[in-house]
């Protein structure tokens, strides 16, 4: 359970606050270390981005791709800020590639395995570095599918084993955060950030 000056802070899950921890081991506590994370999964996106595209598209689109992210203002503000954003925007990231990758025709074999799982990693850990946000590449993947009418997208994403991982790895962290919190973390987590703010 994340504290912030040594108060338990329900607002969001572990992830960041695990990766500010290492960093502190690592750096020091300082200021440097807080935000280290953020620039970390920060340069991480553009590579992604920048692989992706060069997957998909010849020069200069590759380049291009991520300089318009490096050098979008909000990217570079919340590369330098304390906060989970970056860490949610790397692993949403992830998944949207590898989402886009399984619908591809060119994966196949290993390859194709190799998506799946991070897919899912993308889903588990995009959750715990934001909440429920993370699932969206789920709602994008499958529009494209109906769009493109794939025949048996849950097949081909293996939904059914994916979505038991997904729900397993979150819950070796969320199971035992809600016991020890009685409950309150899901009441102020997603109760009031969640479907407060989103009815708000």
Not at 1 to 12: L, M, Q, S
Not at 75 to 91: G, N
Not at 161 to 178: D, E, K, S
Request: contains cysteine; positive net charge.
């Amino acid at each position: 359970v994340p504290r912030f000056n040594f108060k338990p802070r329900y607002d969001k899950p572990p992830f960041i606050t695990w990766c500010q921890a290492l960093s502190f081991r690592t750096f020091g506590e300082n200021d440097f270390a807080a935000r280290f994370p953020s620039a970390f999964f920060f340069v991480l996106t553009t590579a992604i981005i920048f692989i992706f595209a060069r997957r998909w598209f010849e020069n200069p689109v590759p380049l291009w791709s991520a300089l318009v992210f490096a050098t979008c203002l909000h990217a570079l503000l919340l590369s330098r800020a304390a906060t989970a954003d970056m860490a949610l925007t790397f692993f949403y990231t992830v998944s949207a590639a590898a989402a886009w990758e399984i619908l591809s025709v060119r994966s196949r074999g290993a390859a194709l395995m190799l998506w799946r799982v991070l897919f899912y990693a993308g889903l588990s850990l995009g959750f715990l570095a934001k909440g429920p946000v993370a699932f969206l590449p789920i709602l994008g993947a499958l529009i494209f599918a109906v769009m493109q009418k794939i025949d048996r997208p849950l097949r081909v994403f293996w939904a059914w084993p994916g979505i038991f991982l997904t729900v397993f790895f979150i819950g070796c962290w969320a199971v035992p955060a809600l016991l020890k919190t009685q409950g309150d973390y899901a009441a102020v987590g997603l109760g009031r950030h969640v479907f407060g703010r989103s009815v708000g």
